[in-house]
């Protein structure tokens, strides 16, 4: 077994401290095929563990874009669904957190910067800053091509294996978002609070290079905390990643830690999955969600597939 040690910089100007006042962490998703958004554990776990005793204290979710409509599919949309969050609750008088995440992350730069009256802090998890010349983007392409595919020959028993994920509409959304980098991530340099910044060391799509470059450009004060084994699906499960809520929960509220900052994780066995054979009009066997899509997709493991379905 690994003991799994997170790597944090350190920076004496970033004060921690528990908030006086109604304060939210709002939280923008990276790409996603599934409705259930990225934050939905991490939020979860808060209320948990730490709602009674940090009741001024709130986590919202924000869905730039529903993955099953394609009229959503828009990088204006994602920044006017962002905007909206941020305008209605500072006018209510919270004081704003925001994180984001993946593609995310550029948007949230630039919110960071047009509403600093409202945004107290940021938090970039696995930031995006490579785009095309990023070797796995190709594989998002190659799990739409695939799926469409099958759902030709096996129409709604494909749409059923896959059960929450969708990939309706997503070559355009994936424009959509190669967009939204390109377009914001020029704001990274106009950063000025406070940031947390998070990488998983097996991250493909937040590669070494986009980490560095972001890093470079942030103006305010701000940490790296780095994760041995982590990849770009950071935020997935409590089982796997409840250290990286600890850590974002205790920069945004003072929490305390509950889990061991070492944090010891174990190669889980490949369970022999028991299932009915089915059979197409052909004769054929049909393919399960893991069968078709697990070599395909980048942020698909064998984790997240259990729990979805």
Same mark, same amino acid.
């Given at each position: 077994? %690994?003991?799994?040690?997170?790597?944090?910089?350190?920076? $004496?100007?970033?004060?921690?401290?528990?908030?006086?006042? $109604?304060?939210?962490?709002?939280?923008?998703?990276?790409?996603?095929?599934?409705?259930?958004?990225?934050?939905?554990?991490?939020?979860?776990?808060?209320?948990?563990?730490?709602?009674?005793?940090?009741?001024?204290?709130?986590?919202?979710?924000?869905?730039?874009?529903?993955?099953?409509?394609?009229?959503?599919?828009?990088?204006?949309?994602?920044?006017?669904?962002?905007?909206?969050?941020?305008?209605?609750?500072?006018?209510?008088?919270?004081?704003?957190?925001?994180?984001?995440?993946?593609?995310?992350?550029?948007?949230?730069?630039?919110?960071?910067?047009?509403?600093?009256?409202?945004?107290?802090?940021?938090?970039?998890?696995?930031?995006?800053?490579?785009?095309?010349?990023?070797?796995?983007?190709?594989?998002?392409?190659?799990?739409?091509?695939?799926?469409?595919?099958?759902?030709?020959?096996?129409?709604?028993?494909?749409?059923?294996?896959?059960?929450?994920?969708?990939?309706?509409?997503?070559?355009?959304?994936?424009?959509?978002?190669?967009?939204?980098?390109?377009?914001?991530?020029?704001?990274?340099?106009?950063?000025?609070?406070?940031?947390?910044?998070?990488?998983?060391?097996? %991250?493909?799509?937040?590669?070494?290079?986009?980490?560095?470059?972001?890093?470079?450009?942030?103006?305010?004060?701000?940490?790296?905390?780095?994760?041995?084994?982590?990849?770009?699906?950071?935020?997935?499960?409590?089982?796997?990643?409840?250290?990286?809520?600890?850590?974002?929960?205790?920069?945004?509220?003072?929490?305390?830690?509950?889990?061991?900052?070492?944090?010891?994780?174990?190669?889980?066995?490949?369970?022999? $999955?028991?299932?009915?054979?089915?059979?197409?009009?052909?004769?054929?066997?049909?393919?399960?969600?893991?069968?078709?899509?697990?070599?395909? %997709?980048?942020?698909?493991?064998?984790?997240?597939?259990?729990?979805?379905?």
């Amino acid at each position: 077994m %690994d003991q799994v040690q997170v790597r944090k910089e350190v920076n $004496e100007n970033i004060r921690i401290c528990k908030p006086a006042r $109604e304060t939210i962490l709002l939280c923008a998703n990276g790409f996603q095929t599934q409705d259930t958004h990225d934050s939905t554990p991490m939020m979860e776990y808060f209320n948990n563990n730490f709602r009674e005793q940090y009741q001024n204290c709130h986590i919202v979710c924000v869905k730039l874009f529903e993955p099953g409509v394609k009229k959503t599919h828009r990088a204006k949309l994602f920044e006017k669904t962002l905007s909206d969050a941020i305008v209605s609750y500072g006018k209510a008088g919270y004081d704003i957190i925001l994180l984001g995440y993946s593609f995310s992350s550029a948007l949230a730069a630039k919110m960071a910067y047009k509403y600093q009256n409202y945004i107290s802090r940021l938090i970039l998890v696995a930031p995006v800053h490579d785009t095309l010349v990023n070797g796995a983007i190709p594989g998002y392409i190659e799990y739409a091509v695939k799926f469409s595919k099958l759902q030709k020959k096996y129409g709604k028993r494909v749409a059923n294996a896959v059960g929450r994920q969708t990939v309706v509409g997503l070559p355009g959304l994936l424009i959509a978002i190669f967009y939204s980098i390109l377009k914001n991530r020029k704001y990274f340099k106009k950063v000025q609070q406070d940031t947390l910044l998070i990488r998983g060391d097996a %991250d493909v799509l937040c590669t070494p290079h986009s980490i560095a470059k972001v890093n470079k450009k942030i103006q305010g004060e701000h940490v790296l905390y780095a994760y041995p084994k982590m990849s770009h699906g950071i935020l997935k499960t409590l089982k796997l990643n409840g250290v990286v809520y600890e850590d974002i929960l205790n920069f945004c509220f003072d929490t305390p830690y509950i889990l061991e900052k070492n944090v010891t994780l174990t190669a889980q066995e490949k369970r022999q $999955e028991v299932k009915n054979t089915a059979l197409d009009d052909d004769g054929e066997e049909i393919p399960t969600f893991n069968e078709i899509f697990a070599k395909i %997709d980048p942020d698909c493991d064998e984790v997240t597939l259990e729990e979805d379905m």
